[in-house]
């Protein structure tokens, strides 16, 4: 039945059919569905489908996948909203938080991003950027979004774009359980293993140094492994002890703090117990971190008892060192002064580590992942993606967040 509350009729010609629902058009037919009324979410929702009859093509042309049929309509959706946004349309309010939290609570990296990147123009997209998406997949948005930007006029484009993105997400070639010819293990002191550092090594630590440039190399069909530099584990010399001391409640001991448990569950007495972190922390200390070596020693003090290790690379060798600083609850008495080199390079070989790590796995980084050459690989981002999903990775970009964190994780074990 025809409504007098939506005129497609004004964005394009034709016997239109437009009946109540959430939101959607199918020009080939001419059928739009979306609510009626004045209120805003319903104004807006109409306003957003109006932009896809004024600006998206009748038909989407050949989709490969249900993979990258979803990443063609998130794309559409930015890019439309680009140009409504543009042309004076109003979008802000076609969606609220109270539908997004429960799929974005639930659901995966593709599936987070993808929908971040088609809430551009809507109110939502800064709460979603803030509260949702870790740093590994906020730069995986930032890239797109300002991509789409530039070619938002060209919907073939944008659907090439979609494309690339989608392969970010397509099941990996399989990487060997085994990664050990990668790793080279050396449980001497660094201070004695570095000695022999060449000077563009020491170039790259220089502590003045800008954030490095990323590069982005848009080679397709590679092995992650491949693009990744070669990484060598380096286990410090851990002679402080750092373990965590709580307490716990029991129903027997010597020191009664809780004499009013006695008539409830007889857990009235409390004994010391260590208490240590079980998990692992990995901290990528790459120039764009942009660490000093008191951020790293709190991360290394407050994961007590838990391993804690440091990585980055060097681009002119492709080799990158993973630092181990704590574990089995001790630590190195000192922070050393030559764990730092100016990138990522090794981010896949580091994360197939940590996923073989027992317990809680937080990886301190700000999801700039790049392989060989310091350059960005879809290889590269497609598999740090898999690793993180998959081995649920908590990925924080600030110390401070880690920490929090951190804390956290404490206080449940302390329960």
């Known amino acids: 039945m025809k409504s007098n509350n939506a005129f497609p009729e004004g964005v394009m010609p034709g016997n239109w059919k437009v009946n109540s629902g959430s939101g959607r058009v199918n020009m080939p ?118 991509a789409i930007s530039k070619v938002k006029y060209d919907f073939d484009a944008v659907k090439q ?31 004695d293993s570095d000695s022999d550092l060449s000077d563009e090594l020491k170039n790259d630590e ?37 373990v965590w001391k709580g307490t716990r409640r029991s129903d027997t001991g010597y020191v009664l703090r809780h004499p009013e448990r006695i008539i409830t569950d007889s857990m009235c007495f409390e004994t010391a117990k260590r208490m240590p972190f079980v998990g692992t922390i990995l901290i ?60 990522n390079i090794i981010d896949v070989p580091v994360l197939l580590w940590l996923s073989k790590q027992r317990g809680h796995k937080l990886w301190v980084c700000d999801g700039h992942v790049t392989g060989k050459g310091n350059y960005k690989y879809q290889s590269i981002t497609a598999e740090c993606a898999r690793l993180v999903d998959k081995y649920k990775i908590v990925n924080m970009r600030e110390v401070d967040d880690a920490l929090k964190h951190i804390d956290k994780v404490k206080r449940k074990s302390k329960r």
């Open 284 to 343: 990528d200390v790459s120039g764009s971190m942009e660490l000093n070596y008191n951020d790293v020693e709190k991360l290394v003090k407050a994961g007590c008892g838990c391993t804690v290790a440091t990585y980055s690379g060097n681009s002119h060798t492709n080799k990158g060192k993973l630092h181990i600083l704590s574990q089995n609850g001790n630590m190195v008495s000192k922070m050393p002064n030559n764990i730092r080199l100016g990138c």
């Open 29 to 146: 037919d001419l059928t739009l569905e979306v609510p009626f009324g004045n209120k805003p979410k319903a104004v807006c929702v109409r306003n957003h489908e109006y932009c896809h009859i004024k600006f998206s093509p009748r038909q989407m042309g050949n989709i490969q996948s249900e993979l990258e049929s979803f990443s063609i309509r998130a794309f559409e959706d930015c890019r439309v909203n680009m140009l409504g946004t543009d042309s004076g349309v109003e979008l802000s309010s076609a969606v609220d938080m109270n539908s997004v939290i429960p799929i974005m609570d639930d659901s995966n990296t593709h599936i987070r991003t993808g929908l971040t990147i088609s809430a551009v123009g809507y109110d939502v997209y800064d709460t979603i950027l803030e509260s949702f998406l870790t740093p590994f997949e906020l730069d995986i948005v930032t890239k797109y979004v300002e």
């Open 161 to 191: 774009l979609a494309i690339e993105y989608t392969k970010l997400f397509e099941p990996p070639k399989q990487v060997p359980d085994d990664v050990g010819e990668q790793m080279r293990e050396s449980d001497s002191d660094l201070s």
């Open 206 to 242: 220089d502590d003045d140094k800008p954030p490095c440039i990323i590069k982005f190399n848009h080679k397709r069909g590679s092995d992650a492994l491949e693009d990744s530099g070669q990484m060598s584990i380096h286990k410090h010399k851990l002679t402080n002890r750092n």
